[in-house]
Each structure stands twice: as C-alpha cells, then as structure tokens.
C-alpha cells in the first residue's frame, strides 16, 4: 500500500493498493493523478526518486522535495560533490540558503542544519532531463544522546526556489506521517500485531513508499 498524507490536514487524501506484479515506482504516479496537488509540495522518499514521478507532480502543477540515495548513481554524486565545494568555499560563488533549527526533548538534542544551492544544474549530468529541476538541499542532522554524538547528512532534489527554511519545513513535516499514520495504524490499532497471514513471501517483498503532501 502507498498512502498520500495530508500535512496540515492530518488527513490521509488517497491510497493505493501496489500491484502484485508491479511495485511502488509505477503506483506513485497513479495515486498522484488521483489528487488535486496544485499549489503542494510533494515530499518522497528515495524510492520516488524517479522521473516519470518528478514529471507527473510538475504536470498536476505541484513542487517536489524528493530524497536521495547512493542507488542513484551519478546524481547522487553530483549533488554530494557540488555540496563539498561549496562548504569549503564558504558558498562563495553559489547562489546559497541556509536555515537552522536546534531541539531539546526525549532524552536528546538535535541540530539541524539546512542548505539549499539554486542554479547549479548546469554541473549536474542530465539534469535537464527532471523536470523542473531548480534546486539541491542538503539536511545535517547532528544528534547527541546520552554525551554520543551522530551525525546524518542527507541530500534532496527540489523544485522549490532558493528559501532553505521552506525547504528544512518540507523535509521536517515529511516525517509526520509515521506519527500521525503509521503509528496509530501500529499501535492503535495493533496492525503489526496481526497474525493473519496469506502469501506470506510476497507479503514480505512488500513495503510503504511514502508519500506526502504539504500547503
């Protein structure tokens, strides 16, 4: 199942049942042709990292924020490299954003670190090819727990203009779905827990794309 979440909403708009012989990469577009996204931001996680998916929210008159991963090759190397320059340049050179955030609660403190390059997809390989391609984030998320500290560094595509505190909003809010959906489907009522069970290998081969929408 792919579900579309409402943000501000707190509303799951569609869902959609992933065929047995396909996957979520051709599900997503599908679910988003149902909705009326114009005038959102639709934020996915690396699985929808796709151009078909990119060009489908553009054609609903959407944005995308849309995360990704090593898995997509030069793309993911390009962003990770121009993001690299940058900081050791100080953004000098770059039409730059950043924003910051700095929370306290269950036991931790995390700071977030958010930065946004705008007209750089002339050094990026086939960039012309995603439509409406505008801008790359990058999000350090610095965590300390018990005096350990991590740090994550992920990297998006976007086609938002150059407001890393819009963008930090978007990448934060994406979250709320395992709050607000998965949560209650989990521990309210005990989907996990559920104990019937047919085709069992195809039902482990599945997984959520997530999906979501913000005003």
Request: with cysteine; net charge neutral.
């Amino acid at each position: 199942m792919i579900s579309a979440w409402a943000v501000s909403n707190r509303l799951v708009m569609g869902q959609l049942k992933v065929n047995d012989k396909s996957n979520e990469i051709t599900a997503i577009p599908e679910l988003i042709n149902l909705l009326d996204i114009s005038g959102c931001i639709v934020t996915i996680d690396a699985i929808g990292c796709q151009r078909e998916i990119v060009k489908t929210i553009v054609q609903k008159e959407g944005d995308y924020v849309i995360a990704l991963k090593s898995n997509q090759g030069n793309l993911h190397q390009n962003v990770e490299n121009l993001f690299k320059e940058a900081i050791s340049k100080r953004c000098k050179g770059f039409k730059a954003s950043n924003y910051s955030t700095h929370e306290f609660g269950h036991g931790r403190e995390e700071i977030r670190n958010y930065l946004m390059l705008t007209d750089v997809c002339k050094h990026i390989e086939e960039s012309e090819k995603w439509e409406n391609f505008q801008s790359i984030g990058m999000v350090e998320s610095v965590r300390i727990v018990n005096g350990e500290t991590t740090v994550e560094t992920r990297y998006y595509i976007t086609s938002l203009g150059l407001d890393a505190k819009k963008f930090g909003n978007s990448v934060r809010s994406h979250w709320r779905i395992e709050n607000s959906l998965h949560w209650v489907l989990d521990v309210g009522f005990h989907e996990d827990d559920c104990r019937i069970r047919k085709d069992m290998r195809r039902k482990i081969l599945q997984f959520f794309a997530i999906l979501q929408l913000t005003f």
